[in-house]
């Protein structure tokens, strides 16, 4: 087989640019000679994290559609005539054998131009509702690798492949405790707690964590709490939070980003997380007891769909932002002290895992390949 070329195109937020480098690198380890592309869109985060994972992008002018009348809106049909144009221009001239899609609006227009040009695409669906960019490119897609079950409503059912959502590989491998404690001076006689709040962070779980911090060290816990990178400078003052007793240990270290996700994972004890789909399924593969608070703030309310696919099998606890007021201290109390839920919740969780889902997708991307 000649030497194959891949355009990947996903951003925006973590959630599709890390799924976008899992296929990348494993394509990567099977064909150690092929080139790759990414396209995402300007001024966003792809532009800083995919170079730093080793591959070169290109930028298109494009962004979604708010909910209120904005600039932004006003000039979306300009952007999105100026994305197409580029992503012809970019796909003539890279000549990809396969174009792949982890979702964003730099997505739609990068596999929109691809099926035009009759060039393979793979679209990967992360969410269990998918976004309007993936349910509009489904008819002309060649492949639509998914994560969850009964999407027949979304897609044509004979392009849809279960897969699960890629997942990078140090968290397949489990990390040491011990180590994972030293990493981030843990004391290891202390339950820790991880919050999670996405890449960018989340308002109302930041929140949250500052209302109830005195209420959750009184749980005689330690926190590591990553508040985003938007949050930090009005958060990072509780760093300063007296130590464990006997100076072992920091009680409450925040954060803006975690680089060692897999140390982090393996000191966890419980984890407080937003539901996107990527943190969904990382959070199956390391099997944490975890307190889902979806996000309600995104397309089709589908932090809470992948939430409750979850809980609805016993796999995590699911509480509305609309309900912590009332339900949050009784059943984080409930859960830290109950070593036999935290044990329930793990091995449910544990079962919905795909630990294949990256090795899966690149052999339907690999059949593909003309």
Not at 106 to 118: I, Q, R, W
Not at 142 to 168: H, Q, S, W
Not at 294 to 308: I, L, M
């Amino acid at each position: 087989m000649k030497n194959p070329r891949f355009i990947i195109s996903g951003g925006g937020t973590g959630g599709h640019i890390y799924p976008a480098v899992a296929i990348a690198n494993e394509l990567k380890s099977r064909f150690p000679e092929a080139e790759f592309l990414f396209v995402g869109a300007k001024d966003k985060m792809e532009m800083q994290k995919v170079p730093h994972a080793g591959y070169a992008i290109k930028g298109l002018w494009i962004s979604g559609i708010q909910r209120k009348i904005t600039f932004d809106n006003v000039m979306f049909p300009l952007k999105l005539a100026s994305s197409m144009w580029n992503s012809f221009k970019i796909i003539k001239s890279f000549k990809p054998d396969v174009v792949i899609g982890t979702g964003g609006f730099a997505s739609g227009a990068v596999l929109k131009a691809a099926s035009m040009l009759n060039i393979p695409t793979v679209i990967q669906e992360q969410n269990s509702y998918p976004g309007i960019t993936n349910k509009l490119l489904a008819k002309r897609a060649n492949k639509i690798c998914v994560a969850y079950e009964n999407l027949e409503r979304f897609f044509p059912k004979d392009k849809m492949i279960l897969t699960g959502n890629p997942v990078r590989q140090d968290l397949i491998e489990a990390a040491d405790k011990s180590e994972a404690i030293a990493y981030f001076n843990l004391d290891a006689n202390k339950k820790t707690l991880l919050v999670l709040g996405g890449s960018l962070g989340a308002r109302r779980i930041n929140q949250l964590i500052e209302k109830e911090l005195d209420f959750l060290l009184s749980q005689n816990i330690q926190i590591i709490w990553q508040c985003g990178k938007l949050y930090l400078n009005e958060y990072k003052k509780y760093n300063d939070k007296s130590p464990s007793v006997g100076g072992v240990g920091e009680a409450v270290q925040v954060v803006a980003f975690i680089d060692r996700m897999d140390l982090v994972y393996a000191a966890a004890d419980v984890v407080i997380s937003r539901s996107g789909a990527s943190s969904v399924s990382e959070l199956c593969i390391v099997g944490k007891p975890t307190i889902f608070i979806p996000s309600p703030n995104v397309a089709e309310d589908h932090q809470t769909k992948n939430a409750k696919a979850i809980s609805d099998k016993n796999g995590a606890i699911l509480i509305k932002e609309s309900e912590l007021e009332t339900q949050f201290e009784t059943i984080f109390s409930d859960l830290i002290s109950n070593e036999s839920k935290k044990s329930e919740l793990s091995q449910n969780i544990k079962k919905l895992a795909k630990p294949n889902a990256t090795k899966d997708i690149v052999e339907e991307i690999i059949k593909l390949i003309k």
